[in-house]
């Protein structure tokens, strides 16, 4: 009977009456499987463009630096020194933001917590089907880790 209040639900006498409960949980474990997953999805690509943007510009800056050193730079236009210069910083810039943005480690926390939501709604959708004989422990046990999972930050320190 504790198990119930311990879940937020009223006391139970069979387990066909937690039922829309059980449903609402798996609910919200497809939302935030979905969340995690659009979330992964959104870093990766980041990524990926940063480390595109990272590639052209390194050989761009290769190309103009070449082509300043053909033409010593003493002859070139201030302007044309500053771009140069400028073009070859980028693609540090581009570098640190990955680094500072976590990019990869954000990337692998939603995925992470993704894969715990689907887990825990094939474990909910096999207890509804095949309720277990101590289903309220089981419940209770399965319960401590959803409250754990979809209150995980995405990026531990």
Same mark, same amino acid.
């Given at each position: 009977m504790e198990t119930e209040h311990a879940l937020g639900l009223t006391p139970a006498n069979n387990f066909s009456e937690i039922q829309p409960a059980l449903n609402q949980w798996r609910d919200e474990l497809r939302k935030?499987?979905?969340i995690h997953r659009k979330g992964a999805?959104?870093?990766?690509?980041?990524?990926?463009?940063?480390?595109?943007?990272?590639?052209?510009l390194a050989a761009l800056t290769a190309t103009a630096m070449y082509a300043? /050193?053909?033409?010593? $730079? *003493?002859n070139l236009d +201030?302007?044309?020194? &500053?771009?140069?210069?400028? @073009? !070859?910083?980028?693609?540090?810039i581009s570098s640190g933001l990955q680094k500072e943005w976590q990019i990869t480690a954000?990337?692998?926390?939603? /995925?992470?917590?993704? $894969? *715990?939501?689907?887990? +825990?709604?094939?474990? &909910?959708?096999?207890?509804? @089907? !095949?309720?277990?004989?101590?289903?309220?422990?089981?419940?209770?046990?399965?319960?401590?880790?959803f409250k754990q999972v979809v209150?995980?930050?995405?990026?531990?320190p």
């Open positions: 935030l499987a979905e999805r959104r870093l990766r690509y980041l990524s990926r463009l940063l480390g595109g943007l990272n590639v052209a300043a /050193l053909n033409k010593k $730079l *003493e +201030l302007g044309w020194q &500053l771009m140069i210069t400028g @073009v !070859a910083v980028l693609p540090a954000r990337e692998r926390g939603h /995925l992470t917590i993704m $894969l *715990e939501c689907k887990k +825990l709604e094939k474990e &909910l959708e096999f207890y509804q @089907v !095949a309720p277990p004989e101590n289903w309220r422990e089981t419940l209770g046990a399965w319960h401590q880790r209150s995980q930050p995405t990026l531990s």
